[in-house]
């Protein structure tokens, strides 16, 4: 009696042929981004004693400079994040009821509010920021709007879809009683998604301080403006004041963040 010989095999040869292909692709792509930036060796080798050189004449801190430029640059980003941050919920809860299927079932709808939000979310802050400084003028109108349009796609995506989760039952037991959509939306679909929408408005505040501190590099307003002219003077021991106020206003928003998020969901 003949007996078969089976051997498995985790992947068959065209499974096989398929990663080494893509395996392949990723190499030819790395060596040719390598090509194209030009990486110097020099430079790379002079790398550690130019930092080395760097935070030599960025110490001691001028921390005299901090009442004279800092706080009033760190309160203005503070203030960019904020205000750019609601203004963002102004056009983002609209695009995202649009967005869901579960509320809105038009396909132009669902198309319009979708090309909306990749195109916020595919725009930098800095290129949307250079956008309103040709338009606006610096000034932190220019930083309150680019963070305001960079930020609705993100706000407009992740509720939507956070609305398109809810637990359809309450609202069909809505609709049999024959409540107006608007009480459908607020009584239905509201309370579900509450403690997600704070949850990603809070996440997103957090996100717009970082990104509202460099804004100023291109004339938006903040800190970025003080950090910019003191690169630019070659004042290094105020670069660092810059640098150690942004690291603290970070590290403090996060804390708040989490401890609002803590209490509220």
Known sequence: MNTIDH???RFTLKQKLSRYAVYLVLI???????????VIPEFLLDAPEQMADMFARMWPIDFAYYPVAVHDAMI????????????????????????ASNIVSSAWCHWISRFFLVSS?????????????????PGVIAGVLAIAFRSIGFVGKLLGEAIEEVNMGSIEALKATGASWLSILLKGYWPQVLPAF???????????????AV?????????????DDSMNL????????????????VIVAEIVVVNIRKRLI
Do not use: Y
């Open 234 to 249: 070659f004042q290094w021991d105020r670069v660092a004041l810059s640098l150690l106020a942004i690291f603290a206003v």
């Open 215 to 227: 804004l100023g590099l291109v004339g938006a307003g903040g800190i970025g403006v003080v950090l």
């Open 76 to 99: 203005e980003t503070l203030n960019i994040a904020t205000l750019g941050t609601l203004i963002t919920l102004i056009f983002a809860i609209p695009l995202a009821l649009m967005n």
């Open 198 to 212: 704070f949850s990603i408005v809070l996440f997103r505040w957090d996100i717009n301080v970082r990104e509202s």
């Open 121 to 137: 979310r595919s725009v930098n802050s800095l290129v949307w920021a250079l956008l309103f400084v040709s338009i606006f003028g």
């Open 28 to 38: 030819i792509a790395f060596v040719q981004s390598i090509k194209s930036v030009e």
């Open 7 to 9: 051997h498995w095999q």
